[in-house]
């Protein structure tokens, strides 16, 4: 239930993160996967990300793009924390969200882990792990046979999204 009711919030974060993107990189792309992709997510569950087209993953003008995404993430006033990891194996932006509220009438946190692929373009962004396509364009249904958290963790090593706290905790947390 309370998955249901996260979702238009998590679709919101979603399309502003997309709209941000887009300011600063308008060729790119970005595709889901993992656990909210896939509907198996659970409330404590983040959303992953990909972003296509973003460049290299040298610095632009001396800053490394998740670098750069961050900065202008934290100019958004519905972001509450962002951490880039540009030195990952998968270069990584984490995101937390301001609160929401949920079902148990406290507030939570939406989580977001955003990658960064500079090669090649139809190389699928996890590995194959919980995913619904290997490129932006093309279905692979069998892929999505795994969740997020079998290996307990996702793309970049975020040591797995399920992180939260029940009614008493506050909520999910990187």
């Known amino acids: 239930r309370e998955v249901i009711r996260r979702r238009p919030w998590q679709g919101g ?3 502003r993160v997309r709209e941000v993107i887009r300011r600063i990189w ?24 990909v972003v296509f087209g973003a460049g290299s993953r040298k610095p632009f003008r001396g800053t490394p793009p998740v670098t750069l995404l961050a900065q202008h993430l934290e100019q958004e006033d519905w972001v509450s924390s962002t951490k880039p990891l540009p030195a990952a194996a998968i270069p990584l932006v984490k995101l937390q969200t301001a609160a929401i509220p949920t079902v148990f009438g406290d507030r939570a946190v939406i989580s ?7 090669s090649d373009p139809t190389a699928q962004p996890d590995g194959g792990v919980a995913s619904r396509s290997s490129s932006p364009d093309s279905v692979s249904p069998g892929s999505a046979a795994v969740g997020e958290g079998a290996a307990g963790s ?18 999910p947390g990187g």
């Open 154 to 171: 996702v793309v970049g090593g975020g040591g797995g999204s399920c992180t939260g706290a029940g009614p008493s905790g506050g909520g």
């Open 26 to 49: 308008p060729l790119s792309r970005v595709q889901v996967y993992g656990s909210y992709e896939t509907g198996l997510a659970i409330p404590a569950s983040d959303i992953d990300i």
């Open 112 to 118: 977001m882990d955003i990658s960064f692929q500079h």
């Open 13 to 15: 974060v979603l399309e």
